[in-house]
């Protein structure tokens, strides 16, 4: 079974400071993608980032990063610099046979 | 461009009575499109998706249905709500093009059950 697993519910971090979400995800796939989504307050899901499997390199955006470890199946959310607005729930999502499953998602809070 | 329209963003409906939330997209043609459910404080529950017109899969059993009975139109119904079905619903399409994926969710519809 394709399953995508949090095990953070919820983090906290200080303005400007840098904070990791963890993510791990368990398929027999060779070749796939796997998302971060961010969802504010007003529930509108957003995508932060996307990393390909096949690609070695880690995927930046801007203050987003991931650190992909493909043999452990790991895929983590470094955020830098953290904005009071990266405030929000965060899903990690991978997708499987033209579905795109989740995890529970972390939610984070961002201090002034 | 692609966009994806939701509605209604509200919806406050008393027991036993019908559903029905319309979701469509512009922009692109033979889209997957998706039914997911969130629970106040949760995650993202798949309900339904669909990989063509009339082509429905169900991935948990409920009171609710979905029809597509157009390309870029699908619809979640239910014939009599029941209090267990509040939550935050949002629909999603997804293509592949050049063997990369797009996901774009919709801005969801918040369902109240009284």
């Known amino acids: 079974a394709q399953t995508v697993t949090q095990s953070q519910p919820e983090m906290s971090v200080q303005e400007a400071e840098t904070v990791t979400l963890s993510c791990t995800y368990d398929t027999s796939e060779n070749n796939y993608y796997l998302f971060w989504y961010k969802q504010p307050p007003s529930r509108q899901m957003i995508l932060v980032i996307r990393?390909?499997?096949?690609?070695?390199q880690n995927a930046t955006e801007n203050r987003f990063s991931v650190n992909f470890q493909k043999a452990a199946k790991s895929f983590s959310l470094k955020i830098s610099d953290s904005q009071l607005g990266d405030t929000a729930m965060y899903f990690c999502a991978f997708p499987f046979t033209d579905k795109l499953i989740f995890g529970t998602g972390t939610r984070l809070q961002v201090f002034p | 461009s692609q966009t994806i329209h939701q509605w209604p963003a509200t919806l406050v409906q008393p027991v036993g009575s019908p559903l029905s939330l319309e979701c469509t997209v512009e922009g692109t043609s033979n889209p997957n499109l998706y039914w997911y459910r969130q629970a106040a404080g949760r995650g993202l529950q798949l309900l339904f998706y669909?990989?063509?017109?009339?082509?429905i899969s169900s991935e948990v059993p409920q009171n609710l249905s979905a029809s597509r009975p157009q390309d870029r139109q699908f619809i979640l119904s239910s014939k009599k709500l029941l209090l267990s079905d509040s939550g935050f619903y949002l629909c999603a399409w997804s293509v592949l093009v050049g063997g990369d994926y797009g996901y774009t969710f919709g801005s969801g519809t918040r369902l109240t059950v009284v």
């Open positions: 990393q390909e499997a096949y690609k070695q």
């Open positions: 669909s990989v063509g017109i009339g082509q």
